[in-house]
């Protein structure tokens, strides 16, 4: 388990290949997908606040904690297991890696760290983005 629960851009660029970077721009009108596509970390899938990271809106609240099989099936679906290192990062400054990390460690993962400053930070240290969609990962069981 990390240190501390930031990494600065610098940090990331070194061990990018060897963690599991997941994006999490987030508006309140629903535009985090489109945030995505217009630039991203290479490689790094959309987990979306909205689907995976919160159950419907409702007695609960607008962004009540997930259910553990919503949670389970958006999770596998990128690719993640029980040991996986986490990197998450929104557009900076924003709430949707701050959530991504509070459920994620409520989930029991236990090695994940947010991005400093977030995209932004990323591309203020001159790193390389992407527009494209990125691969989707292989799913986990």
């Known amino acids: 388990m990390a240190e501390s629960a930031l990494i600065s851009a610098a940090e990331l660029a070194e061990i990018v290949g060897d963690v599991v970077v997941l994006d999490v721009q987030y508006t309140l009108d629903g535009q985090g997908a489109d945030l995505y596509a217009s630039r991203h970390l290479p490689g790094a899938p959309h987990l ?18 997930p259910s553990v099989e919503r949670l389970q099936h958006g999770l596998r679906a990128l690719g993640l297991h029980d040991d996986s290192a986490v990197i998450v990062y929104d557009q900076g400054p924003s ?3 701050a959530r991504a990390w509070c459920v994620l460690r409520w989930a029991g993962l236990t090695d994940v760290r947010v991005l400093d400053g977030g995209l932004a ?12 969609s990125a691969a989707s990962p292989a799913p986990s069981s």
């Open 95 to 97: 709430l949707g890696a």
């Open 48 to 65: 979306d606040l909205d689907t995976v990271l919160a159950d419907p809106a409702g007695d609960r609240g607008r962004h009540p904690m």
């Open 121 to 132: 930070a990323w591309v203020r240290a001159g790193l390389p983005v992407e527009t494209s």
